[in-house]
């Protein structure tokens, strides 16, 4: 079965270091892949995409996602963490030709930055 | 990026009461729009996937009955959660995508549905 797993529930980290959230998948064929930012209370909001080409994408409020087709990863990172960055993180998933453009989710890891 | 609006943002209904929620993208022809439902602390769960014009396809155990879905236009889509009950007190979420897989899906501000 198709899957994609963030394996930590929660990560923790302080204002101004480096920050990681990792996401693997298990998907057969070259999947597309997302990263979405959920606020308190509100929707999903886009952060980026890796479709093809370089395998390191940038995307909105500084954050970046490294693919590895060898590790089946997308992990998520950002140089400098803000406290503002506290948020729930989702990894999603497009198997290619689905022909319905459906998401695969993953669990979701809660970002809190410390002070 | 594109804006999908949702409204209601929250609802509180009596329960045996209907309640429609709509999702509209304000921007783009949404082909595709997709309804989710959220339990606290967890991540999102497809209801149901429904393209302009054309009878919505539900996922495993959704009722189509009670969780009806219009998607009269590229614009607009509707979940109608009929004789609802607390149980299905939740978080709602809408998103919509453009025809290509390649394009990522925008998703509403989400609907916290209350049944009392």
């Not at chain 1, 996602?65 to 729930?88: C, G, I, M, R, Y």
Request: hydrophobic letters at 35%.
């Amino acid at each position: 079965a198709q899957s994609v797993a963030q394996p930590e529930d929660q990560v923790n980290v302080a204002e101004g270091n480096p920050l990681t959230v990792k996401c693997t998948y298990s998907v057969s064929g070259n999947p597309y892949l997302f990263w979405y930012v959920q606020y308190p209370n509100r929707g999903l909001q886009f952060l980026l995409k890796y479709i093809t080409g370089d395998n390191l994408v940038k995307g909105s409020y500084g954050f970046e996602a490294e693919f590895n087709k060898s590790q089946t990863s997308f992990h998520l990172k950002k140089p400098s963490a803000l406290v503002s960055d506290s948020a729930l993180y989702f990894c999603a998933v497009r198997p290619p030709a689905s022909g319905t453009y459906k998401y695969i989710f993953g669990t979701g890891t809660r970002l809190k930055v410390l002070a | 990026g594109a804006v999908v609006s949702q409204h209601p943002s929250w609802v509180i209904c009596k329960s045996g009461t209907s309640v429609k929620i709509e999702c509209r993208s304000l921007d783009f022809q949404a082909t595709t729009m997709f309804w989710y439902r959220q339990f606290p602390k967890q991540s999102l769960m497809l209801m149901a996937t429904s393209n302009e014009g054309s009878k919505a396809t539900y996922e495993q155990g959704v009722e189509k009955d009670k969780f009806l879905i219009n998607h009269a236009s590229l614009t607009l889509s509707t979940l109608t959660v009929t004789s609802a009950h607390p149980e299905d007190s939740s978080f709602y979420i809408c998103s919509a995508t453009t025809g290509t897989g390649r394009t990522e899906a925008f998703f509403g501000q989400g609907t916290r549905l209350t049944v009392v």
